[in-house]
């Protein structure tokens, strides 16, 4: 059983282009996690999108992730941008994935919501890779870099980071198992659901097009 589990999280690792053998889409220059992400992103994005006269709701909280006008780049070209830039694994896009809804969960009680948004996405990707990145790989651009590739100065990404990590409570480890959850939401991002093709390369994997 157990073997047959650790064949599956290697059909999906590899198939998600987590493994240096993926098998990537043709005429790709990135693996599938990193569109796979920047959909979801996206999706969760559109379903807290507000009318306008409720956008400025006082149950949401505004924090320094936020912007006061959404980048000009959307999600999709800056989720690529950092991977062409920061050379970083896949892994850690799955990872960031992990830490970005650990923040979006509120530890303490209180009547302000987060919510991800089209004003705050964009810092809490870079900030969410360069955390995953450090704890990760063995090697790792600094902060000024990463400042660089994320549009924002070294003074702020520095104060980004430290934000990110206060507010996740420093907690950075991943289990295996909770690494796969991840893997498998992000796969749920796949459509169509009958395709053979898919079927054929996630194995026993179940195909769901269940939205988040």
């Not at 896949?90 to 009547?111: D, G, H, K, N, W």
Request: with cysteine.
């Amino acid at each position: 059983m157990e073997t047959s589990r650790n064949s599956t999280n290697s059909s999906l690792f590899q198939w998600l282009g987590l493994l240096e053998d993926s098998d990537q889409p043709p005429d790709s220059t990135h693996p599938r996690v990193i569109s796979l992400l920047a959909s979801i992103l996206e999706k969760m994005i559109q379903k807290n999108k507000k009318p306008f006269h409720i956008r400025h709701n006082k149950d949401d909280e505004i924090t320094m992730f936020h912007g006061s006008k959404a980048p000009s780049m959307n999600i999709y070209r800056y989720t690529e941008r950092i991977h062409r830039y920061a050379q970083c694994s896949p892994a850690c896009f799955v990872a960031a994935f992990a830490y970005i809804l650990r923040y979006l969960q509120r530890p303490e009680a209180t009547s302000k919501d987060r919510r991800l948004t089209s004003l705050n996405v964009h810092r809490l990707l870079i900030t969410s890779l360069l955390v995953a990145a450090k704890f990760l790989d063995r090697k790792c651009y600094n902060n000024a870099y990463y400042a660089k590739i994320g549009g924002v100065s070294t003074e702020e990404m520095n104060r980004l980071e430290r934000t990110f990590l206060f507010n996740i409570d420093f907690r950075l480890n991943i289990t295996s198992e909770t690494f796969e959850e991840h893997c498998l939401m992000l796969q749920k991002e796949t459509v169509p659901c009958d395709s053979r093709k898919l079927r054929t390369a996630l194995g026993e994997i179940a195909c769901s097009c269940q939205a988040i």
